[in-house]
């Protein structure tokens, strides 16, 4: 099945399957090389990452690391440029990364080492294989209120029942994903949580990620038509994490693939308009290194698949 006729298949779906089917097989194939988001030129030095926009992508919140400083920052677009970073106002004080929007802008997450109660200490984590004192995750909510946001809320005990909870992403009905080390072999895998009014069901485990092949950062379309994530499995190299693609067909996920022309990087994100992928890899054109967002057109690099 063509590219274009991998997405026709599926009916009468919403924006990610348009929008992704828009080129041709021909344009498809025709990869452009990943791009340095425009405002990375002129933004402080340091590494920056998970960029989450609001629906009229005039607002993007994202993580900015600089030294031992760590936080969600935001910054606004006008007339077509965009503003100095500053930090979120729910920010700053806590070790808070990884934003993600919901599809309807009422509202984002992100992930933070707060305490779960006033006065408690900063959560521990786990990463790298190891423990990570004071680097530990828990998803927390902020609602849009009015032109500015509330007060930071942690998700409940049903989703954050660990204290190694990362990269979440946001389904069109709320459903949340997230990543945290298997019980067994403490790799990274992915679960998802089904939203249920005010509360989730008990997370479940995708099968994009098996306790053995390592899977982190996700990044998926509202109809869940299709997901976006990392991992440091073959054909990436040892040491590297390579973005890959998974579609939803029947219920169950396609075996992931990975995104062709292959794409080093980590923190994956999406356009509202689901065209762009955006992701951090590193960026070596001054004298120092640093984790950059970049971005590539989705359709450019999605494999053959059907």
């Known amino acids: 099945m063509t590219f274009a006729g991998l997405f026709l298949a599926f009916g009468a779906l919403p924006v990610s399957a ?17 791009q340095l988001f425009q405002p990375e ?22 993580t900015h ?11 606004t677009l006008h007339n077509g440029v965009w503003s100095k970073p500053r930090v979120a106002p729910f920010s700053g004080q806590w070790r808070d990364i990884e934003p993600a929007m919901a599809p309807d802008g009422s509202y984002l997450v992100f992930i933070s080492n707060r305490p779960a109660a006033v006065g408690g200490a900063p959560l521990d984590g786990y990463f790298g294989g190891q423990t990570q004192p ?16 509330g007060e930071p809320v942690r998700l409940p005990d049903t989703v954050n029942n660990d204290t190694a909870i990362y990269s979440p992403a946001i389904a069109g009905d709320g459903s949340i994903y997230f ?14 949580a089904q939203a249920k ?14 306790g053995m092949r390592p899977g982190y950062d996700v990044a998926v379309a509202p109809d869940e038509s299709f997901l976006v994530f990392s991992a440091s499995r073959a054909p990436a190299s040892t040491g590297h994490s390579m973005l890959f693609i998974a579609f939803r067909q029947n219920g169950a996920w396609s075996e992931p693939q990975a ?45 053959p698949h059907g």
């Open 259 to 303: 995104l062709d022309p292959h794409l080093e990087g980590i923190e994956a994100r999406l356009s509202p308009d689901l065209k762009t992928l955006y992701f951090e890899t590193d960026d070596v054109a001054g004298a120092k290194t640093h984790g950059r967002i970049f971005k590539v057109p989705l359709q450019a690099y999605v494999p």
């Open 134 to 149: 004071g680097r530990g995750g828990n998803i927390w909510r902020v609602d849009r209120r009015g032109d500015g946001w």
């Open 41 to 62: 030129t002129t933004w402080p030095e340091g590494d920056d990452s998970a960029p989450a926009f609001t629906p009229d992508g005039k607002t993007v919140f994202f």
């Open 18 to 34: 348009a929008a992704l089917s828009e080129s041709s097989e021909s344009a498809a194939k025709a990869a452009s090389a990943p």
């Open 179 to 192: 990543n945290r080390p298997d019980p067994v072999t403490k790799k990274s895998h992915v679960y998802r």
């Open 197 to 210: 009014g005010n509360d989730y069901e008990t997370p479940v485990a995708v099968s994009i990620s098996d």
């Open 65 to 75: 690391r600089d030294g031992t400083n760590i936080s969600v920052m935001m910054a």
